[in-house]
C-alpha cells in the first residue's frame, strides 16, 4: 500500500508543506498538487536541502478549475494512488464565480476535491486512504442541495466557508458508503496561524496581536491530519490529540445522497 503516490493539495501551504516534510521523511512518495508551482518549488527545495532521498514531485492543480482538475488527474497517470489528502482550502473574501460559473469558495473547497477524489478512484489502491480536511466551523451551519450554487445574497465569507466544507464532509460520508475498499477520514486542524485566519478585514491587524499568539502552529494543526492518513481506521473525525467517529448531528444519509445527486447534476450542466 505505502508504494503508491500521496497525493496533497494545497501543499504550498502552511499546513500541507508541513505534511510533505512528515510524509516524505517517513519514506512515502509524495506529489505537491498546487497552483503556484515557483511556491511549491521553494517548500520543496527546503525539504529537499534536509531529507536529499525525499521522494517529491510537483504537479500543478488550480482547484478553481474543473479543467485543471480534469488535466492533473490525466496527469496522474498510471501511478498507483496511496492517499489523497484534500487540504487546499480558501475563505473567499467577497462573492465571485469561476470561469466554470460556481461560486469561488464551494469551486475550491468542494467542487474540486469531489471531482478530484473522483477522477483518482480508479488509480487508488485497494485500502488506499483519503482525508478531507474539514473545519469546527461545519457544526454552526446547514446545508441543503441550494447551498452549493450560492447567490451573492447569501455569501459571507466564514457561512459560505463553514458550508463548502460541511458539503465536503457529507460528501465524505456518501463516497464511503460507496467505495468500502476505500478509507476515509476526516482531519479538523482547530484554529490555525495560516494565512486562512486573514479576513481582510479592518481588524486583522488587531487579530494578528491579540488572536494569532494563542492560535495552533501548521506544525501542531496538521498531525489530526497526519494521523488520519497513517491510521488503520475509516470514517473518523481527527481532532486534538485523537479520533472519535463522525458526530451524529451529520448523521442524514439521505441528505448526504441528495447533495451527492445534486453535486453530479452541477457538475454536468457545467460540463465537468
Ligand atoms: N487555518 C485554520 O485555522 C483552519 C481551520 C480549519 C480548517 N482549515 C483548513 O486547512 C486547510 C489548510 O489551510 P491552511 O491553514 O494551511 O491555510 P493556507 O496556508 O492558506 O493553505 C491553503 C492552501 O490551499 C491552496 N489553495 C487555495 N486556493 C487554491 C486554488 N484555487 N487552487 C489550488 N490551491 C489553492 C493554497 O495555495 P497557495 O499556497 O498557492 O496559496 C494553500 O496552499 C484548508 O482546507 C483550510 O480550510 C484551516
Not at 499546513?15 to 505537491?32: D, E, P
Not at 469561488?104 to 483519503?130: E, H, I, R, S
Not at 494565512?195 to 496581536?209: E, Q, R
Not at 470514517?235 to 485523537?242: L, T
Amino acid at each position: 500500500m505505502k508504494d503508491g503516490k500521496v497525493i496533497i493539495t494545497g501543499a504550498s501551504g502552511a499546513m500541507g508543506s508541513v505534511a510533505v516534510r512528515a510524509l516524505a521523511s517517513q519514506g512515502r512518495s509524495v506529489v505537491m498538487a498546487c497552483r503556484n508551482v515557483q511556491k511549491a518549488e521553494d517548500v520543496r527545495s527546503r525539504i529537499i536541502a534536509e531529507l536529499p532521498d525525499a521522494d517529491i514531485e510537483i504537479r500543478r492543480l488550480e482547484l478553481g478549475s474543473l479543467e485543471s482538475v480534469k488535466s492533473f488527474a490525466e496527469g496522474v497517470g498510471g501511478t498507483p494512488v496511496s492517499a489523497l489528502f484534500n487540504n487546499a482550502g480558501v475563505i473567499s473574501r467577497g462573492y465571485s464565480l469561476t470561469a466554470d460559473g460556481l461560486e469561488n469558495t464551494f469551486a475550491v473547497n468542494y467542487f474540486a476535491p469531489v471531482l478530484l477524489t473522483k477522477l483518482l478512484l480508479p488509480l487508488m489502491q485497494p485500502d488506499a486512504m483519503v482525508v478531507n480536511m474539514v473545519s469546527l466551523t461545519c457544526r454552526f451551519v446547514k446545508i441543503d442541495g441550494k447551498s452549493l450554487r450560492p447567490g451573492p445574497e447569501d455569501f459571507s465569507q466564514l457561512g459560505t466557508y463553514a458550508r463548502s466544507k460541511l458539503a465536503l464532509l457529507r460528501f465524505s460520508q456518501e463516497f464511503a458508503r460507496r467505495n468500502p475498499s476505500i478509507r476515509v477520514n476526516l482531519a479538523d486542524p482547530g484554529i490555525v496561524n495560516s494565512n486562512m485566519i486573514s479576513m481582510g478585514k479592518w481588524f486583522d491587524p488587531l487579530a494578528d496581536v491579540l488572536f494569532r499568539p494563542f492560535c495552533k502552529s501548521p506544525e501542531r494543526g496538521v498531525q489530526p491530519a497526519l494521523r488520519a492518513l497513517a491510521s488503520e481506521e475509516r470514517n473518523r473525525y481527527f481532532v486534538g490529540k485523537g479520533s472519535k467517529p463522525i458526530s451524529e448531528r451529520y448523521s442524514d444519509p439521505e441528505l448526504d445522497l441528495r447533495l451527492w445527486k445534486e453535486t453530479e447534476r452541477i457538475l454536468s450542466e457545467v460540463g465537468a
